[in-house]
């Protein structure tokens, strides 16, 4: 009776700690919805080395860091620093790390009936995406093109109430971000995120009438990035599959998926730690 208590103890301590221990050799990661092609290629690339890569797709820019978060997704890659930034300031308590940068995709002005930036008319309709970042990175991107003056104290997290001069008296709305290039045949310009263009057959790198400049400091913190749960960010596994993204293989479904119109960035972690202190 004491040898069967035992191995009783013995299985019963041994299926906790299997309850504790997930098989990080099956990993879920959460995307956007623009990025399947690059994803698809770095699942098929992980199962050669035994790891099975489950894509779970959001619509939503809000829902995947929760869902990190809660651990229902073991990494995300849909979001830049300003996001994530934005993210913990609005989410106390959430712990999310980026374990390696992806791309920069240039936010772009589109129209369907200009083909010049300087034209824009007086009174013209204008959308932007209405998540707080991508807000304050499209009217930045106005106010470079010359149509509005921002405060002097307009930070990453910016809205239109910070707008202190309209020289056009644009008629601003924002809109959730996977609205705005379908609000493209009823305004004068959109101001729409790369990836959403590219699912809207729009080419991110030809049709713009006017572009976010990839080289400049004030792009950095819109880099995107793989995140993890930062209790995970040694994790072997997770490391593994950030490597494949940035492998040949998946640079070009990359490539094919976004029309080229993303940039692969792949920064060091001291440089990852400049472009977070610059935020805080």
Not at 42 to 58: R, S, Y
Not at 92 to 114: E, M, W
Not at 202 to 221: R, V
Not at 252 to 280: M, P, R, W, Y
């Amino acid at each position: 009776m004491k040898k069967l208590i035992t191995l009783l103890a013995a299985l019963v301590l041994l299926l906790a700690a299997c309850g504790d221990k997930k098989d990080d050799k099956k990993v879920t990661v959460g995307i956007a919805s623009n990025d399947t092609k690059v994803w698809d290629k770095v699942k098929e690339l992980a199962k050669k080395d035994g790891i099975d890569v489950e894509i779970k797709q959001f619509s939503d820019y809000n829902v995947p860091n929760k869902a990190l978060s809660d651990g229902d997704i073991d990494l995300n890659s849909f979001q830049h620093f300003a996001f994530l930034d934005q993210f913990e300031k609005a989410n106390k308590g959430t712990d999310i790390t980026p374990i390696r940068t992806t791309v920069f995709a240039p936010l772009g002005i589109y129209s369907k009936n200009l083909k010049d930036i300087k034209k824009l008319k007086e009174g013209a309709k204008v959308v932007i995406p209405n998540d707080v970042s991508n807000q304050a990175r499209a009217l930045k991107l106005l106010e470079k093109a010359g149509y509005i003056k921002l405060s002097k104290n307009f930070g990453l997290n910016g809205g239109p109430k910070d707008i202190i001069k309209n020289n056009k008296n644009l008629d601003i709305k924002a809109v959730d971000a996977q609205q705005t290039a379908r609000a493209l045949d009823e305004v004068d310009i959109a101001i729409i995120n790369n990836g959403v263009a590219s699912k809207a057959g729009l080419d991110p790198k030809k049709d713009p009438i006017y572009l976010e400049d990839e080289d400049a400091k004030a792009a950095k913190p819109y880099i995107n990035f793989i995140a993890a749960n930062t209790k995970d960010k040694d994790n072997k596994t997770y490391k593994k599959i950030a490597d494949l993204y940035h492998s040949e293989d998946a640079k070009e479904a990359l490539k094919e998926d976004t029309k080229d119109g993303e940039i692969v960035v792949d920064l060091k972690e001291q440089e990852i730690k400049e472009i977070q202190d610059s935020l805080k």
